[in-house]
């Protein structure tokens, strides 16, 4: 089963070495605008291969991508510390026109999972040209808040003292500053979480709350100021999005696709529990929220369709 992977710097080259140690795949090609950097990255990652699973990884054109299952898109410009994730929209805006179309021409029928920021929005672009491809729907969505999930359901967990495994929860909406962690989503044995709570005799205060979502939400802005960029956490993220689709394990996750309507605001992208599978996105949920959170999300949804406005004023979109 092969793997690409479009974009061989931090985060292409992690969820490379991440699908090696998961040993997800049976055959890695990264491809890179920069090809020294690509041949590099596969050479080194290969010599963790006699250590892990017995994987192939390579570096190839775009014509390396045939037959791929599924195509990881990390081709971009990342944000640099004091930047917000839509700071890059317009340069990776441009890069994307570029991309995804020869992407789609390598390999029409595999699952693009594309992580570029700002991902909603680029994920909105990828689908837009997809669909001009003729891709069937579902094929092309986006990491979305899939990392912002679990790093929610894991500082939950190590609150209350349960494996995160067992703590249910979701965070909606953008990846990125507008997203809205759905407390109320929030269950651990089959109780919401406050029950839970009361019957183990814990509480999780109003502060403890928002220190919770300042840790998910801001998380990414702190390593960023600390090393320069975020890689290990979203790397794992795709690789178990990888993982997904190639088993066909039909796992819900909150993956970035195109919705008609969220909220209120119309053709906008964003993440949603979905059904991902063999074919990629396969179903969405809407949990029932109560009004404060739908007032979050439609304000999160705004935002990402004022940023998609943005793209389709500039011109990089197919029609
Ligand atoms: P990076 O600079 O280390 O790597 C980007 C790579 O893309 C480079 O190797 C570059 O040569 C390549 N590239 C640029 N234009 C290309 C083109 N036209 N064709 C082929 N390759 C091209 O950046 P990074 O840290 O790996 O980040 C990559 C993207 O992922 C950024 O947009 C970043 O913001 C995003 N990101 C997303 C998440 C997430 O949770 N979704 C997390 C971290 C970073």
């Known amino acids: 089963m092969?793997?690409?992977?479009?974009?061989?710097?931090?985060?292409?080259?992690?969820?490379?070495?991440?699908?090696?140690?998961?040993?997800?795949?049976?055959?890695?090609?990264?491809?890179?605008?920069?090809?020294?950097?690509?041949?590099?990255?596969a050479d080194d990652i290969g010599h963790a291969v006699p250590f892990t699973h017995p994987l192939t990884v390579r570096a190839a054109d775009y014509d390396g991508l045939e037959g791929a299952q599924v195509v990881v898109v990390a081709a971009g410009v990342p944000q640099k510390a004091g930047q917000s994730r839509m700071d890059v929209l317009g340069r990776n805006a441009a890069i994307f026109a570029d991309v995804i179309p020869s992407v789609l021409n390598a390999a029409p029928d595999a699952v693009?999972?594309?992580?570029?920021?700002?991902?909603?929005?680029?994920?909105?672009?990828?689908?837009?040209?997809?669909?001009?491809?003729?891709?069937?729907?579902?094929?092309?969505?986006?990491?979305?808040?899939t990392l912002?999930?679990?790093?929610?359901?894991?500082?939950?967990?190590?609150?209350?003292?349960?494996?995160?495994?067992?703590?249910?929860?979701?965070?909606?909406?953008?990846h990125g500053d507008s997203e809205v962690l759905a407390w109320s989503t929030m269950s651990v044995a089959g109780m919401p979480l406050d029950e839970f709570c009361r019957h183990r005799g814990?509480?999780?205060?109003?502060?403890?709350?928002?220190g919770i979502d300042d840790a998910v939400r801001n998380a990414a802005y702190r390593i960023i100021e600390g090393k320069g960029a975020?890689?290990?956490?979203?790397?794992?993220?795709?690789?178990?999005?990888?993982?997904?689709?190639?088993?066909?394990?039909?796992?819900?996750?909150?993956?970035?696709?195109?919705?008609?309507?969220?909220?209120?605001?119309?053709?906008?992208?964003?993440?949603?529990?979905?059904?991902v599978g063999g074919d990629g996105v396969l179903d969405t949920f809407r949990p029932d929220l109560p009004e404060d959170e739908t007032t979050a999300l439609a304000t999160s949804a705004s935002a990402v369709r004022s940023a998609i406005d943005e793209v389709e004023a500039s011109g990089n979109l197919p029609a």
Do not use: W
């Open 2 to 41: 092969k793997v690409g992977i479009v974009g061989a710097g931090l985060v292409g080259s992690t969820t490379a070495y991440s699908l090696l140690m998961r040993g997800v795949g049976s055959e890695i090609v990264l491809v890179d605008k920069d090809a020294r950097r690509a041949a590099s990255e």
């Open 112 to 145: 693009l999972i594309i992580t570029s920021n700002p991902v909603d929005v680029m994920t909105h672009v990828a689908v837009r040209f997809a669909r001009a491809h003729g891709a069937p729907e579902g094929r092309v969505f986006g990491s979305g808040t």
């Open 148 to 174: 912002d999930t679990a790093r929610f359901r894991q500082l939950i967990a190590t609150r209350i003292g349960v494996d995160a495994q067992h703590v249910h929860g979701y965070v909606l909406g953008e």
């Open 202 to 210: 814990a509480t999780i205060s109003g502060c403890d709350r928002a």
């Open 230 to 275: 975020t890689y290990y956490g979203v790397g794992a993220a795709i690789a178990r999005i990888v993982d997904t689709v190639l088993g066909d394990h039909r796992s819900v996750l909150t993956v970035s696709y195109p919705d008609a309507d969220v909220a209120g605001v119309p053709d906008v992208t964003l993440s949603l529990p979905r059904l």
